[in-house]
């Protein structure tokens, strides 16, 4: 889960990961998990807070190496509700 997290960039390093997870900031499929080497599936759904905002995202693929912006925003769908991060970004 937190290499995961790491590849899709929705955070910027794989222990920061591994302590959202640990912390109990992050649900797969609405269960808490606290383990950082959970395994995560496509068609995974996480939900995230962090930076004080909470993120729904599906997972899409799983990735084989942490890529630039546009190929870690292939590994999920954004199901989080209101205008997406990367729209509020372009603004």
């Avoid at 499929?29 to 606290?34: E, G, L």
């Avoid at 199901?79 to 603004?91: C, I, N, Y």
Wanted: glycine share 8%; hydrophobic share 40%; proline share 7%.
């Amino acid at each position: 889960m937190d290499k995961w997290l790491w590849f899709a960039r929705v955070v910027k390093q794989r222990p920061t990961a591994a302590e959202l997870v640990e912390a109990g900031h992050v649900r797969l499929n609405r269960a808490k998990v606290t383990k950082p080497g959970h395994v995560v599936r496509p068609d995974d759904v996480l939900t995230i807070a962090v930076g004080g905002h909470v993120r729904v995202l599906k997972v899409k693929d799983l990735g084989t190496r942490r890529g630039p912006f546009a190929q870690a925003c292939q590994l999920y769908e954004d199901l989080t509700p209101g205008p997406s991060r990367d729209e509020k970004d372009r603004a």
